[in-house]
């Protein structure tokens, strides 16, 4: 009768309980320590380290407007839709604003279309005024993607900021006289139909430190003497505000219910 039994090999080393185990447990420590390791990497580089930041816009005080401080952001609940028009687009884009600073780069307004690749963008460039309709392209000659107007925005100055666009090009205004006119660059109804995003940008982290007290845009053109019309209502309570072509008008005003 043959032996089923497994033969004895000389090759063949038993370990002791305690050392079979051994590497198991080695192996747990480590990724013990490094988990812990990480951690502390984590808590160190991000502490104070909040997962639910609040936003940083608050109401100003005694009067109608706007704070934005640290990372805030203020979105429209719905995009707009200007009316279509048969004959030449023509459009105003207003800002009464005051920014907190003048040293760093920030995104003021944008139109936010997911239908579009690239948004209509106000921001501020140190002390300038930068529009955009893509914010890829860096410098354009031909100023009708991009433009920039210098020396705009002071410390702790209001300026109200209109932006007429029409078949001619577009102008800027500030505080009712012409600063500065683009024949390439037009803003078109596509532009505008998307939701209002203020304070920063719906893309990139870009948050802007400022004041802000009123917003407008509009359906027309505008003429000089329009422009500085418009300055005075913007300025003067006692003013009464020109609502024709008017598609959205914000002054910020907190009203408080009881």
């Not at 993607?145 to 705009?152: L, N, S």
């Amino acid at each position: 009768m043959k032996n089923l039994l497994p033969r004895e090999r000389s090759d063949v080393q038993v370990l002791p309980v305690n050392e079979l185990f051994a590497a198991p447990a080695q192996r747990k420590r480590t990724k013990a320590f490094c988990v812990v390791a990480v951690a502390a990497v984590l808590i160190a580089t991000l502490w104070p380290f909040n997962p639910f930041p609040r936003n940083g816009v608050t109401w100003l005080q005694g009067t109608s407007g706007i704070k934005f401080e640290k990372a805030g952001l203020v979105t429209s609940n719905e995009p707009l839709r200007p009316v279509e028009t048969r004959g030449p687009e023509s459009y105003i884009l207003e800002l009464l604003l005051r920014p907190a600073s003048t040293k760093s780069e920030s995104t003021i307004l944008a139109l936010d279309t997911p239908t579009r690749p690239r948004e209509l963008l106000v921001r501020q460039w140190t002390d300038g005024l930068v529009v955009t309709h893509d914010d890829t392209v860096e410098n354009d000659r031909t100023q009708s993607i991009t433009f920039y107007v210098a020396h705009v925005f002071r410390p702790g100055r209001f300026v109200l900021v209109t932006i007429s666009s029409g078949p001619d090009g577009t102008t800027v205004y500030l505080d009712g006289q012409p600063a500065q006119s683009f024949p390439r660059f037009r803003i078109s109804r596509s532009d505008l139909s998307g939701k209002i995003v203020l304070g920063n940008s719906p893309v990139v982290y870009n948050p802007w430190p400022g004041e802000l007290r009123g917003l407008s845009i509009y359906s027309k053109e505008l003429t000089s003497e329009e422009a500085l019309r418009r300055y005075k209502e913007w300025t003067d309570p006692s003013s009464r505000p020109d609502f024709e072509g008017a598609i959205v008008r914000y002054v910020f005003a907190r009203f408080v219910t009881r």
